[in-house]
């Protein structure tokens, strides 16, 4: 069973970084894209950011080049550095992991991953 294990949430002044960590607890078969959602209270989640076994990253529209996200793919793991935090930016950041399975020439979504979250508080 595939767990993903977050690390590095915190409190921030605005302004301020944070650099979030996903490790899964083992290698993820069919590993298709990890990354970062958001959820705020009363709010879906959004995406935040989400790097591809071959693509570029992508990010949410918020985001607006504050924040990297990196791979280290032979490790499992993923981090989020976080730049120029705003109190907007406050809520659980869950890891999540897309699968995609191929047979016969033809892909499908496999089973995703979530992680339990990890709480960003951005205030002064």
């Known amino acids: 069973q595939v767990q993903l294990l977050e690390s590095g949430g915190g409190w921030v002044q605005p302004g301020g970084s944070l650099r979030l960590s996903c490790a899964s607890s083992?290698?993820?078969?069919?590993?298709?894209?990890m990354g970062w959602k958001r959820q705020n209270a009363g709010s879906q989640r959004e995406l935040v950011a989400g790097?591809?076994?071959?693509?570029?990253?992508i990010y949410g529209e918020f985001v607006k080049g504050r924040f990297t996200i990196s791979r280290d793919f032979a490790k499992n793991t993923i981090y989020l550095q976080m730049d120029n935090l705003q109190p907007e930016d406050t809520g659980v950041y869950h890891c999540?992991?897309?699968?995609?399975?191929?047979?016969?020439?033809?892909?499908?979504?496999?089973?995703?991953?979530w992680g339990n979250g990890t709480l960003v508080t951005v205030s002064s």
């Open positions: 790097i591809s076994t071959d693509g570029p990253p």
């Open positions: 999540y992991v897309v699968t995609v399975e191929t047979s016969g020439g033809t892909s499908r979504l496999g089973k995703d991953y």
């Open positions: 083992q290698t993820i078969p069919n590993l298709n894209m």
